[in-house]
């Protein structure tokens, strides 16, 4: 049984730091790709962004280029989303959720798993 499990949320004053760890476990996610999203009450589900397990490649969403880095370590089968200069507006529940790496990760409704999502509130 696939699990992902969320840790790292917590609440930080505007400007500062979190990161957030995704763990994985229940399959090989060689070819699997781990996106991150978050939702804040009353609105849509947004893409933060994803990364390739094999390659290491990652894609961001336009609200978070510049200040969120996506990194992960296949040892410990864990993908982490780094949040720098964080704001107000980027409080919200995160969720991490994997599917089989493609030309297209933003779509949230084409994944397979996900965790159960951590909540990341930033102070003014």
């Known amino acids: 049984q696939v699990q992902l499990v969320e840790s790292g949320g917590g609440l930080v004053q505007a400007g500062g730091s979190l990161r957030l760890s995704c763990a994985a476990s229940g399959r090989t996610f060689s070819s699997y790709g781990v996106g991150w999203f978050r939702q804040a009450p009353g609105k849509e589900r947004e893409f933060v962004g994803a990364?390739?397990?094999?390659?290491?490649?990652?894609y961001y969403g336009d609200s978070v280029k510049g200040r969120f880095t996506i990194s992960r370590d296949n040892a410990k089968n864990t993908v982490y989303l780094q949040m720098n200069s964080l704001k107000p507006e980027d409080t919200a529940v995160y969720y991490c959720?994997?599917?089989?790496?493609?030309?297209?990760?933003?779509?949230?409704?084409?994944?397979?798993?996900w965790g159960q999502g951590t909540q990341v509130t930033v102070s003014s």
């Open positions: 959720a994997a599917k089989l790496w493609t030309q297209s990760m933003v779509d949230g409704a084409a994944y397979d798993y």
């Open positions: 990364i390739s397990w094999r390659y290491s490649i990652t």
